[in-house]
């Protein structure tokens, strides 16, 4: 089997081809891409933490936390490092190997990022990988999360640049690739990937992923969301996105970007075992797990842990867990959990 190639020159007429092959095909392709670079029985698990939540003054249209859309969503400020962290904990006891913290802010102020350096600390030392995501950042702060320690910064392209002016006016497209540039010229990984099902053409699906191909390096991991519709927003009432679509989206991702870890991302609550599953085997290889994303909510675990054992699937250990670090997490995660909650099959 030929090792996939890792392209950056990816054409619109390319992707629809990749895209719309027969599903059987694009299934088999992106399978034997998978195998070459992962196990196919491991998922990496994230656990989001909404640190600062709404009011926020951009004007994402999908968003319940943009001050312009009336979602009814209680407002909160920085949480305390303390609360995080007790939050960070729960989430390694049952299993999960990084902490996602996410803030309703255009970007951070200089003000604010003593506090969220001290949160990377803490929980980076807990033994956990660390997330963030906040919105633009400059290229000093970027540097000044990367040094206290933060692994991932996501921030999303979220879809086609052709399609992107419907969905945000606040920001630009070059805004958020800047600050893509900025996170990796500062060491840290790059979490990027965008939302489907937001009224955007095929072709805006494909443009996503071309944009995401061809960044000058593949993002390390590639969210793929579905989009949650919440009441409030513009885009409450848009209409359903056929699920092969997203099926053939997170394919064709694995495809172009064969090292990166493709998250099935938000809307898991709208889709069965069956369409999980089917999302695993196009290439999905990461999930968020607990029962909160941001300000929506996600599968409990409890139904997590039953898929996963269904599907004879294991979580990844996380990168930063020594020997001693990852047994002692098994045995938090078995102690906390009386019978089924528990990822980690003894191996
Ligand atoms: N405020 C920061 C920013 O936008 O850069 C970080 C937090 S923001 C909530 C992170 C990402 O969540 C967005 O880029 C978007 O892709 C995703 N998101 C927000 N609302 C969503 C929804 N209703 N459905 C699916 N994904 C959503
Ligand atoms: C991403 O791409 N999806 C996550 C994470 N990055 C921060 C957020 C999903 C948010 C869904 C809506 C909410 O819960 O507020
Ligand atoms: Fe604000 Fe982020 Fe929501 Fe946009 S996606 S409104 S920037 S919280």
Request: aromatic share 8%; with cysteine.
């Amino acid at each position: 089997m030929s090792q996939s190639e890792i392209r950056h020159d990816w054409t619109l007429t390319e992707v629809d081809q990749l895209f719309n092959q027969p599903f059987n095909d694009l299934m088999f392709q992106a399978q034997m891409v998978h195998r070459q670079h992962f196990n196919p029985n491991e998922v990496q698990v994230s656990t989001l933490l909404s640190i600062k939540t709404g009011a926020c003054p951009e004007d994402c249209k999908y968003c319940p936390q943009s001050a312009r859309n009336k979602t009814g969503l209680q407002k909160e400020q920085l949480l305390e490092v303390a609360k995080v962290i007790k939050a960070a904990e729960h989430a390694k006891s049952v299993g999960s190997t990084r902490f996602c913290m996410g803030a309703a802010w255009s970007n951070p102020r200089d003000r604010d990022m003593p506090i969220v350096l001290d949160m990377v600390r803490k929980v980076r030392g807990m033994g956990m990988e660390t997330c963030m995501t906040l919105g633009m950042l400059t290229a000093a702060q970027a540097q000044q999360l990367s040094d206290a320690g933060l692994d991932y910064y996501n921030h999303n392209l979220d879809t086609s640049p052709e399609f992107y002016d419907q969905i945000i006016t606040t920001r630009t497209y070059q805004d958020r690739l800047n600050t893509i540039d900025y996170v990796r010229n500062s060491g840290m990984k790059v979490c990027s990937g965008g939302i489907i099902g937001m009224g955007e053409k095929a072709q805006d699906r494909y443009g996503l992923l071309k944009a995401l191909a061809n960044l000058e390096q593949h993002p390390d991991s590639v969210p793929i969301n579905m989009l949650v519709k919440v009441k409030g927003t513009p885009l409450e009432n848009v209409e359903d996105l056929e699920h092969f679509e997203f099926i053939r989206t997170i394919a064709t991702a694995r495809i172009m970007m064969p090292k990166s870890h493709v998250r099935l991302s938000a809307g898991r609550e709208k889709m069965n075992e069956q369409m999980q599953a089917m999302c695993f085997l196009a290439g999905a290889n990461s999930i968020f797990y607990g029962c909160k994303l941001l300000t929506t909510s996600n599968p409990e675990e409890s139904s997590d842990v039953q898929l996963f054992k269904k599907l004879g699937i294991n979580t990844e250990r996380g990168r930063e867990y020594s020997d001693e670090a990852f047994e002692a997490s098994l045995i938090d995660a078995m102690k906390l959990s009386s019978q089924d909650n528990m990822f980690y099959e003894a191996t």
